[in-house]
């Protein structure tokens, strides 16, 4: 499925292009941004590589990743979110979020998610979307929490990053539950 774009209220999803680098690279660059994520933060080169790989993962047939900007309607790309198909679950992905620091604290990370989810489900037709956390990521919890995910379970020392092994808290959502109404 190519080109994604989604929109919600405030926010938007898009393919990535090679004038997004030295954005992503605000986010995936940034020490706070990246502070909770799997990694340290990149260089402009792994960016730009980054990017690139995901460009032409873009164009695979079957996709099975959508690593995608995170727009602001009002103009300026404030996140990278990302899609990928799960190849040892059926009808599966992971997804994973980041934002610009001075993005967090508005509900954007509710809207990504929202955003993920709806291009899980509705555009793809999968059953079962998760995603991972580091324990000490609160904000995620709550975004994830807030978006519908589910909070399953712990992986131990699932990710070596800085030094150690940290683990990993698995929150997930089912299509049953992403179409249900409203409570």
């Known amino acids: 499925m190519y080109p994604i774009a989604r929109e919600s209220t405030r926010l938007a999803l898009r ?3 090679t004038d997004d680098v030295d954005a992503v690279l605000a986010i995936y660059g940034d020490a706070e941004a990246t502070r909770h994520l799997s990694f340290t933060p990149r260089s402009r080169e792994d960016v730009d590589g980054i990017v690139t790989r995901s460009i ?3 164009g695979a047939s079957p996709r099975e990743e959508y690593a995608l900007a995170v727009v602001c309607r009002a103009g300026g790309l404030v996140g990278f ?3 990928a198909i799960d190849p040892h679950q059926q009808r599966a992905a992971t997804i994973g979020f980041a934002l610009r620091p001075d993005a967090w604290g508005v509900g954007h990370g509710v809207e990504t998610v929202h ?3 709806g291009l899980a ?3 793809l037709g999968l059953h079962r979307v998760w995603g991972a956390r580091s324990p000490l990521n609160i904000s995620s919890q709550r975004t994830m929490l807030a978006a519908g995910m589910v909070e399953e379970g712990r992986i131990r020392e699932h990710v070596f990053v ?3 092994w940290r683990d990993s808290v698995v929150h997930a959502i089912l299509e049953s539950e992403w179409k249900a109404p409203a409570r």
């Open 121 to 123: 489900f509705e555009d």
């Open 15 to 17: 393919e990535l292009t």
């Open 115 to 117: 955003l993920l989810l």
């Open 56 to 58: 032409a993962s873009a």
């Open 81 to 83: 979110a990302r899609l």
């Open 162 to 164: 800085r030094g150690q």
